[in-house]
């Protein structure tokens, strides 16, 4: 049967890791979700693990850039960009990233216009100008809505419980301090996350290839 919302992922939590008696895996699933969103480690750390990043955590809508303002708020649950954010418009106009944010952070005076670069800074976007007028960026961009009891389901969960089951099972066996049963979870986490990456390349790209002639002679 198939993990469908948050009650049936514990049990089988619990079920997998052979820790019937188990409570408060509320903890768990928060850290699963950790390293689900933002990776765990670096690449020298036997644990270590990249964030993961499919297609049904995209989310779209619009981030609103208020006249006189110079930054704007990421929506609830943003992670990063999935696409490349742009300023809507007769003429769209992309917004390019700067690295550092030490640019706009540190100017003294910023220019009023539409603006065209930013950096991201907790949970907002700062730009290099001053809005001349209200903005609207159309965002495309990857979050994760936390389980919980009452908010029992999520995209992710939807289409891939084995990343949420193997992730919680990690920390479990953290918690547990059981090296068998981390190495086991760990390598099933992986193995599961790359497995959806491969399904969804395969299925974005699969198709075709059509050859048209240019009409030339030979």
Known sequence: MAITNYGELIADAKRYAKRSGLTDLDRFVQLAEMRIMYGSGDENDQLFTEPVRLQS??????ITIAAAA??????????EFAESPYISGTRSTPLEVITGA????????LPTEQPTEYAIVGNKMKFNATADQAY???????ALTALTEAADTNEL?????DIYLHAILIEIGLFTMSQTAISQALTQYKGSVSGAERYENKRRYKGTLVMKSDGGTP
């Open 157 to 161: 969960l939807t289409a891939r419980p």
């Open 57 to 62: 955590m995209v989310v779209e809508g619009d």
């Open 136 to 142: 609207t960026i159309p965002a495309t961009y990857y």
């Open 70 to 79: 110079t930054e704007a708020t990421l929506p609830s649950g943003f992670l």
């Open 102 to 109: 030490n640019r706009i952070l540190r100017s003294p005076s």
